[in-house]
């Protein structure tokens, strides 16, 4: 019953447009009264603490700080140029420049809005002044950026390897092959649309344009594999990671001599915002999975589960609704904190990987970034290129096709995920 009282509570604030920072602690009081725990509140503060006092989780402000930086210096332009000169002559290229320079600044921010917010005007510009309608302009834009966080380095996957105690490094390298399937899988629906509908093809680039694009944007690419090859290898830990990748970001903008104080200090507001609000989250998210685990919900949660379904296939399709239906209201950070809890006993009951499982989760919950009612991406976009939410929401409808077939992909043939990681850090 207090697990009850939890999720009525946390999901009634949430209806009534109560920020989920607040909705959460609020949730975790309610199951503090009705457990009639009210003299015992020590254990509000000792697990707000504990929650955020893990070692993973200093690695968050590193990565939030480099993609800022990388996003204020100018590189946006760059990785756009890079993208334009090696697929800008497909048919619809500039669809496809879309796709591939959303899968390169994925690698530099892990975050879909700041992918939208970097790159949204200069792609849809660029489509619109070369005949593209602004609805597939807009959408396409909002939908690619579902990859951000699939790419490492990624906020959300650190949080799922907190909440899972995973290896970052192996999912990190689970991330890689999955967010270049997702990229792949537009590339294929633009093709395949590009087929009865009259897209604009931009001229073949020289081979001295090409040269340029990459001496301009290719750096962009060495903050993902400092990431990647320092964690991987042993070299450091996830944290000391983030802070050599920082370190390059500010270098790239002294290279690039588009740096300032007024960039740095840009740059680390926005760090110290959105790393406030993911640890509040985090914190406040904390007690609630506490009472939670007291009161034996993941178990009785995984004992009805295992009793309805009968086999790994059902759980994961089970597993994928609850998670695309969550983020049509939640964000992924407080979406995962809520449900791994009650999933995990699960998944582990039906002999799914772990590593597997944290990017299917994260996949399919970053689905909601670009659908209604809550989609940020959605809002982002829109307020950025004057297009109404309605007709966003509708012309974005199409785009999800090619997710949900990588999401499917991915759910069921495990090795697309686990490839990687085995072969780089053994099986």
Known sequence: MVGIAILIALFGLIMLAVPVSFAIPAAALTGFLFAGWDSSYVIVTQQLIDGVSKPALVAIPFFIFTGSVMNRIGLTERIFALALAFVGHFRAGLAHVNVLASLIFAGVSGSAT????????????????????LDFAAALTVATSIVGPIIPPSITLIVYAWLSNTSIARLFLAGLVPGLLVGLAFMVYIRVTAIWTKYPVEPRATFPQITKAAIDGLPAVGAPLIILCSITFGLTTATEAGVLAAVYALLLGVFYRTISFETV??????????TAFIMMIIGASTIMSWILTFEQVPQSFASAVLEYVDSRTAFLLVAILIFVVCGFFLEATPSLIILMPLLLPSVDAFGVDR???????????????????VGVGLYVMSGMVNISLERLSLAILPLLIPVFVALFLIAFFPQLTLWLPNLLLGG
């Open 265 to 274: 200090w840009g740059a680390a507001l926005e760090t110290v915002n959105v």
């Open 114 to 133: 700041a992918d939208i917010a970097g790159l949204g005007q200069i792609e849809v510009k660029a489509m619109r002044a070369r005949g593209y309608s």
């Open 355 to 373: 590593v597997q499982f944290g990017i299917v989760s994260a996949l399919a919950l970053l689905i909601g970034l670009a659908t209604p009612p």
